[in-house]
C-alpha cells in the first residue's frame, strides 16, 4: 500500500459513525485511523475516484463507487462504520 495513496485517504477519508455520533455523523479521520481499521468487520471502505484511477490502486476492500452507487450499495447493518476516500487534490 503506497504511503501517498495513504495519505490522501487520510486526507479525504469520512466516517459515518454510528449513534454515538449523531450530532456530528461525518468525521475526518487520520491515516492511522484508516490503518487501523481495514479489515475491520464494522468499516466499508468506498473508493470515490474516477474509474481508471480505482482500478489502477485501491486501497484492500475498498468498493469503487461509481455512478450506480446508492443505497443498494451500503451495508444492511446501519451501525457498519463508511470511510469514503478520493485523491481529489483540491
Known amino acids: 500500500m503506497t504511503r501517498s495513496l495513504l495519505a490522501a485517504t487520510a486526507a479525504a477519508a469520512a466516517l ?10 461525518f468525521t475526518l479521520v487520520t491515516l ?3 490503518q487501523r481499521m481495514l479489515g ?3 468499516v ?3 473508493d470515490a475516484n474516477p ?3 480505482y482500478a489502477k ?3 484492500p476492500g475498498a468498493r469503487f463507487v461509481g455512478r450506480d452507487f446508492g443505497a443498494a450499495t451500503l451495508p444492511p447493518d446501519k451501525a457498519t ?4 476516500y478520493c485523491s481529489n487534490p483540491r
Open 40 to 42: 475491520e468487520k464494522d
Open 81 to 84: 462504520r463508511l470511510v469514503f
Open 16 to 25: 459515518l459513525a454510528p449513534a454515538a455520533r449523531a450530532a456530528e455523523p
Open 57 to 59: 490502486n485501491h486501497l
Open 51 to 53: 474509474a481508471e484511477v
Open 32 to 34: 492511522d485511523e484508516v
Open 44 to 46: 466499508a471502505v468506498y
